[in-house]
């Protein structure tokens, strides 16, 4: 990987000096006019567009690429997210790909120069059930044979790890064991996107924020597969070809567009013809009042649809499942904290007097399988990096890297091959749901 | 929180429902290949805008019905449709 060469560096001696002087740092990526083509169209500025968009710049030397977003860097799940990364999955397919993005983000402060924040703090995911020990067995053994680090313990060790857990056998859901993962942890999500749009920008790519894309221009298609003349319209669906996008800003020409806008891919994919196995749902999260830090590792309880972390300041972050029906409405719900409240409880008993400070909810374009959506589609020059649910932040290194080969190379890497579009109409789906319906 | 309009229990809480989802239409059993038949089963048009969709009150009268809801204000529409043309209900 090529390490970046032209902005200012972040450094300590740059911090002391513009201490000192006053001096301001320069901007991270900067404005552009919007050019007629481009050799790659990237719709959203999350981190799979702007990882994507880095690493076809950085590994493949394709620069001239624009990422289009309609709101700004990281206005969607990337910053939105609770940063939980982590790579004990439940399928081999599933283990493989997200280890190779703990190893992008151990990295990563090197690769981008800038400082992460990566913290390999230890995950616990409690079992409270037999079912739920069966399941976390099942998951420790998938993922020892594909040397991960992570195996089940008991409520002494686990009360060892965290002490501000309820272990004791008299609550309501006890704890009966966890599956334990080690370099599972969280990471500054804000610096992941901001350092990937400053690398990529660094290198040439144009990264336009406010930029919505209302349009995917399609020649030679069968007129889309939706058969109710709402999409797509003559020329688009399968066996078409993209020639270009029309923005809000202009048109541009393209023969290649990677859709990675997640809570609005269907959208997006609409609009070139395509149908996708997503439906759109806003998860939300919550954070408390800063206290002492307290809580070393991250944990989860799936049977109580909860889990918690403790930020470097001393915050409390929480999340939950996704909100049961689907909508692109991201408003809060007083459902939401009282059922999170009860649970953490249940988990935390110790914690009741503090105050929770904000609530927010994010898009999650969910998939029956809980795995994701990358690579070709019927339509030539139309990809997908979409269908990243709840889960997909930790994803980005590795996605922007395998779908920067996919768009270099015209072929599927092996590493996201199982993802395709096409196990749906084949059955051959990816089931992680026991992974990650509830930890992120 | 979602107030859902049950045709016979009249708004409840979206908890006391389960949410079945978009309705799509059922292609013949007997028919059908098996490509059409994953995609009646897994491709969804998850609009932006007007859903017809399906709801089991399970928690009130325990009955399946549809209604027609916007996806970006959440309102839905006021005539609730009990069994659409083409959903198994
Ligand atoms: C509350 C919450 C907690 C989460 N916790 C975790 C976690 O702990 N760990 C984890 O791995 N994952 C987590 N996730 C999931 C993760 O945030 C997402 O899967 C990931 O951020 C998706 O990134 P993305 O780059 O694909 O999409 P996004 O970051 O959502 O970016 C999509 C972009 O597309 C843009 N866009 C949409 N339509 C258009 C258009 N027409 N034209 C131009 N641009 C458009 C949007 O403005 C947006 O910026 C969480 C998500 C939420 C909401
Ligand atoms: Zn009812």
Redesign the interface.
């Given at each position: 990987m090529t390490r970046m060469k032209k902005p200012a560096r972040y450094s300590a001696a740059g911090l002391i000096k513009r201490g000192i002087t006053g001096e301001s740092w320069p901007r991270a990526w900067r404005d552009h006019e919007l050019r007629s083509s481009y050799d790659v169209v990237i719709i959203g500025a999350g981190v799979h567009g702007l990882a994507a968009a880095y690493y076809l710049a950085a590994n493949h030397g394709i620069t001239n690429v624009a990422v289009l977003d309609k709101g700004y860097v990281g206005g969607g799940g990337s910053g939105r997210n609770t940063a939980i990364v982590r790579s004990n999955y439940l399928t081999p397919e599933g283990v493989a790909f997200y280890d190779r993005s703990l190893d992008l983000y151990n990295t990563m402060a090197a690769d981008l120069n800038i400082n992460v924040m990566f913290s390999e703090r230890g995950h616990l995911t409690l079992a409270h059930t037999d079912g739920a020990l069966r399941t976390m067995r099942w998951r420790a053994e998938v993922n020892k044979l594909q040397g991960i680090d992570s195996s089940v313990i008991g409520p002494d060790e686990i009360k060892a790890l965290t002490p501000s857990l309820d272990t004791s056998p008299n609550t309501r859901y006890p704890i009966l064991g966890a599956l334990y993962h080690p370099p599972g942890g969280t990471i500054r999500h804000d610096a992941v996107n901001w350092g990937y749009a400053r690398a990529a920008d660094a290198l040439g790519v144009q990264i336009h924020q406010n930029t919505e894309v209302t349009d995917i221009i399609v020649r030679g298609g069968d007129g889309g597969?939706?058969g109710d003349g709402?999409?797509g319209g003559d020329a688009k669906g399968p066996g078409g070809r993209v020639t270009g996008v029309r923005t809000t800003r202009g048109d541009i020409a393209t023969p290649i567009v990677l859709n990675a806008t997640a809570g609005?891919a269907?959208?997006i994919a609409?609009m070139a013809g395509v149908?996708?196995?997503?439906?759109?749902h806003p998860l939300q999260a919550a954070v408390t009042e800063p206290v002492k830090v307290f809580l070393p590792t991250v944990v989860v309880s799936g049977s109580l649809h909860v889990y918690v972390s403790q930020t470097d300041r001393g915050e409390l972050v929480f999340g939950a499942s996704v909100d049961?029906?689907?909508?692109?409405?991201m408003r809060g719900?007083?459902?939401f904290t009282e059922e999170l409240a009860g649970h953490v409880l249940e988990l935390m008993p110790g914690i009741s007097r503090m105050r929770l400070l904000r609530q927010w909810a994010g898009l999650c374009d969910m998939t029956?399988d809980y795995s994701p959506v990358m690579g070709f589609t019927p339509v030539e020059g139309f990809l997908c990096d979409v269908g990243w649910g709840t889960y997909g932040f930790k994803a980005g290194p590795v996605s922007g890297e395998q779908m920067a080969e996919c768009i270099a190379t015209g072929a599927t890497p092996k590493l996201i091959a199982p993802f395709s579009l096409d196990r749906?109409?084949?059955?051959r789906l990816v089931g992680e749901k026991g992974a990650a319906a509830v930890g992120h | 929180m979602l107030l859902v309009p049950c045709p016979h229990c009249g708004p409840r809480n979206a908890a006391d429902l389960r949410y079945v989802g978009e309705t799509t239409a059922r292609p013949d059993p007997t028919a059908v290949e098996p490509e059409a038949w994953r995609g009646y089963l897994y491709l969804r048009d998850n609009p932006a805008g007007r859903l017809t969709e399906m709801w089991y009150c399970r928690s009130g009268c325990r009955r399946y019905f549809t209604l027609e809801r916007d996806t970006v204000t959440n309102e839905f529409d006021n005539s609730p449709l009990p069994f659409p043309k083409g959903s198994r209900s």
């Open positions: 597969d939706r709402s999409g609005w269907s959208l609409a149908r996708l196995p997503i439906t759109t049961p029906f689907a909508t692109y409405d719900s007083l459902d029956p749906f109409a084949a059955g | -």
